[in-house]
Nanobody, 118 residues
Framework: QVQLVESGGGLVQAGGSLNLSCTTSTSTSFFLVFSDMGWYRQAPGKQRELVAAMTWNNTVNYADSVKGRFTISRDNAKATMSLQMNSLKPEDTAVYYC?????????WGQGTQVTVSS
């Protein structure tokens, strides 16, 4: 069973930065190399939304609300994926989840809280 564990969340003032990391508990090269991945977030009372995504061949996509501020990346050798978040805004406050999928295999982390104070 693959497990994803997020880290790096916390409390930051508006305009600040955070780097979220997601470690995958597998050394299976096929999964690491060929999985699509993404970062999602869910604010209180709202639906979970896609923040940033990267396909297995490194095509990236960002939500309009974070374009130019957030950067998604991956390091298959370290089995990690990251989300660099700059110029944070109070509306970025949410629980952030990482996701990896290959075919029907779909795995989620437990989430990490990001709180941006004004």
């Amino acid at each position: 069973q693959v497990q994803l564990v997020e880290s790096g969340g916390g409390l930051v003032q508006a305009g600040g930065s955070l780097n979220l990391s997601c470690t995958t508990s597998t050394s299976t090269s096929f999964f690491l190399v060929f999985s699509d991945m993404g970062w999602y977030r869910q604010a209180p009372g709202k639906q979970r939304e896609l923040v940033a995504a990267m396909t297995w061949n490194n095509t990236v996509n960002y939500a309009d609300s974070v374009k130019g501020r957030f950067t998604i990346s991956r390091d298959n050798a370290k089995a990690t994926m990251s989300l660099q978040m700059n110029s944070l805004k109070p509306e970025d406050t949410a629980v952030y989840y990482c996701n990896r999928r290959v075919g029907a295999a779909d795995f989620w982390g437990q989430g990490t809280q990001v709180t941006v104070s004004s």
